[in-house]
């Protein structure tokens, strides 16, 4: 048997005290024992070396479209100092149903946001808050996260009024909830809570409707003072798959942004400027 030396059995006693800090256990009435997430986890070194997320309210700015006018089904902002956008279905008069007009200033507000390099994440929510049915409740699955006011109703209604989903809205649904949940969610096309909602993990969290926006702007908050890149490539390496060959290439995109900013990738076009044939030798060939 290989004898383990004093610092090594240290090194794992400190480990195991960590995992131990972030777990507790909870007793069932079998008396059966589990083990759960520890709320005090959040009293980690990385929490007391980099502190809590702010909670001061965010200042918004409201933003117009290509011509400098207002939009009717949308509203557009971006947090001034912060890098969080948020767009907003404004049509709370048809219960936030989009039509082919909110669909064009949904696009243009993306894609400004996406090309706006101080934006790091965007909040897409709605006017009213309530219900996510529907063609809305495709687009909160699609989202690379949800939460979810404790009042929220989800569901499809595909079925009972002679339309579907065949695309984003069947596949996502099925990777969320699992074959047999999606099939019954637009089988029967019936309306779920918030609280099974997030049970059968079709939202991420569920709080008091009074709290949604703070809630969100907290998640916001911690998103972004996380590596951008190690985001960027996480989300594309987690789209790859149900995004296809356009996936892939998104991914190797990002690969490609990455290597470029390497002394090896820059070696290439270094040697060419300079007429020379290139020195990859002194580069490691990695296992």
């Given at each position: ?31 059966c024992q589990y083990i759960v ?145 999606a099939r019954e969610m637009w ?16 939202v991420n969290t569920v709080v ?80």
């Open positions: 048997m290989a004898q383990v030396s004093e610092k090594e059995l240290n090194s794992m006693r400190r480990r195991a005290a960590t995992v131990a800090n972030h777990l507790v256990p909870v007793i069932s009435s079998s008396d997430l520890n709320d005090a986890s959040m009293n980690d070194s990385y929490h007391r070396i980099h502190g809590e997320v702010p909670t001061h309210k965010v200042v918004w700015r409201n933003e117009c479209d290509e011509s400098g006018k207002k939009f009717t089904d949308i509203i557009y902002k971006k947090a001034v100092g912060e890098g969080i956008a948020k767009i907003t279905i404004n049509r709370p008069e048809r219960r936030n149903a989009f039509r082919p007009q909110t669909i064009k200033e949904l696009i243009w507000a993306f894609n400004d946001a996406r090309d706006d390099s101080s934006i790091g994440v965007i909040i897409l929510t709605g006017q009213v808050a309530g219900y996510a049915v529907g063609g809305g409740h495709v687009l909160h699955m699609v989202c690379d996260l949800t939460i979810a006011a404790d009042n929220a109703i989800f569901g499809q209604t595909g079925p009972k009024v002679g339309s579907f989903d065949a695309g984003y809205g069947s596949s996502i649904m099925s990777r969320l909830v699992g074959p047999k949940k089988f029967l096309a019936r309306l779920y809570t918030a609280a099974e909602a997030e049970k059968m993990g079709l008091p409707l009074e709290n949604l926006e703070s809630e969100t702007i907290k998640w916001c908050r911690e998103i972004l003072r996380n590596s951008p890149t190690a985001i960027r490539v996480l989300k594309s390496a987690l789209n790859a798959v149900d995004d296809g060959h356009t996936g892939l290439q998104a991914l190797g995109g990002d690969a490609t942004l990455l290597f470029y900013g390497t002394e090896e990738g820059n070696e290439g076009k270094t040697a060419y400027v300079d007429r020379r044939p290139p020195d990859f030798s002194k580069f490691p060939r990695r296992p």
